[in-house]
């Protein structure tokens, strides 16, 4: 089995900030999933003592709170500077900015088109800026109903797929004087996705390792597997299922920006010892 | 032969208010064509003595100087002013709309990408309110070579198709970090283009009616014979070949922005008088 890594793979600059960060706040906790890795969440606890807490009305005056990759809601970093809890602020800068553009947009007076997952937590901050409100779309027949003006910014969650980005974008531009269009998906985003593609395209089957939450090895997998069909998810070497790879002779592999090299690592080296 | 007109079709809101303009303006010249259609103009010479100037230096003081629909470059405005020339404007207000859009952009430091025809009068005054300049094209192949900022602004010329003014927008979008797309395609236009598209869907034969250096009326009869092979762009009843009805049942009529109701009714009538 010859096993390949794409060109371009895991840690994104803003995960290797974020870590390096919690590993600098010995003692504290992250407010949400730093990163979309369990795995490393538990080595940062483990090696750090860098807890994690799920409310953050549970900081306590002169606590630390890490802010994760992904950002929070603009109110809860309110209360949380209220309430004098130390906060250390990890929010990834490509996550930073569209909450700007956000707030600057809306008290400009556009309408705010966000192309993303409402559910996920960088969308949830980002969506939050939005001082007058903003709609999250997927695809473009979810902006059919909308009564929009005629000016609208238009931002994406880093970590989307640029083509879809583009269909949302060619709904609005006929149908409106002026959109704005921010091209906020991240460049590390865009090259594990090129490269993603490239070794899919060659490849007898693609593993793609990352959180089953991860929204960007979700889009890796989706890239993956339009282009092999012989794709798969994992977490961890535990995931994997021998059998896929009867009969393959080149594995392609590609990671999340939350995947770190250790986990990739322990993929490789459980694929070569098990796999002919 | 059933002989129909598209839904939409000929004189737009800036034409006509030119033509008023005009008519209202009896003994003066237009600085430029005032519309695409000598016919039309050589009326308003005959019936109002409204002339026809190709050069604004010619003009002298305590004359009156009608600006064409098209518009006219900036320095050329204030240097018609600066003579004491009266300027009555019959810039199409939707082509005023961009010559602003050009300032204002370039002002704020965007680089300026314009869609449109860089020897068309429209463009020509559009792209001379840009302070710093701007780059006029038509495909994204001449995108390519281009250095830009990161920050673009994107106008299109008032007539050009939607479709193809997309096509310059998604080859911006991913590779900028904001693009900001101002749809300045006149409704006008988009609707005599909905309207000739639906018609030549069903036509033997499609007419299109207009000036040969006419923008609407080139791009009116593109979408005409994209939809139907048997198109021809016609000035009047004289440009006419009768040979061209044979065998054909249904002639669809479309006609340019700049093209008169008399006009069209005269093709219509020696159709009528010359085909069974």
Chains 1, 2 share one sequence.
């Not at 059998?243 to 990739?264: H, V, Y």
Request: charged letters at 30%.
């Amino acid at each position: 089995m010859k096993i390949q890594l794409a060109e371009s793979y895991g840690f994104c600059f803003g995960v290797k900030r974020a870590i390096k960060i919690a590993e600098e706040n010995k003692e504290s906790a992250t407010y949400g999933a730093l990163i979309h890795n369990s795995k490393e969440i538990a080595r940062l606890e483990k090696d750090f003592n860098v807890g994690l807490t799920n409310d953050h009305k549970s900081f306590k005056a002169g606590e630390t709170a890490i802010v994760r990759t992904h950002g929070i809601p603009k109110n809860e970093l309110q209360e949380l500077k209220e309430t004098n809890v130390e906060v250390v602020d990890a929010t990834c800068p490509y996550v930073t900015k569209p909450q700007q553009i956000c707030q600057e947009m809306s008290e400009k007076g556009y309408d705010i088109i966000i192309f993303g997952d409402e559910a996920h937590p960088e969308i949830k901050g980002v969506k939050s800026y939005a001082t007058y409100g903003a709609r999250v779309v997927t695809i473009p027949s979810e902006l059919e109903d909308l009564k929009l003006k005629d000016k609208v910014a238009l931002v994406a969650q880093t970590t989307r797929r640029v083509e879809e980005y583009m269909e949302i974008a060619n709904y609005l531009i006929p149908r409106h004087k002026e959109v704005r269009v921010f091209n906020t998906i991240c460049n590390a985003t865009f090259e594990n996705q090129e490269a993603a593609r490239k070794i899919a395209k060659i490849a007898d089957i693609m593993i793609v390792i990352g959180g089953k939450n991860s929204s960007n090895t979700k889009q890796l997998f989706s890239i993956a597997h339009d282009n092999c069909n012989k794709s798969y998810h994992i977490e961890d070497e535990n995931d994997i299922d021998y059998f896929w790879f009867k009969d393959k002779e080149f594995c392609g592999i590609s990671a999340g920006a939350s995947t770190p090299d250790w986990l990739i690592q322990n993929v490789i080296d459980a694929i070569e010892k098990n796999v002919n």
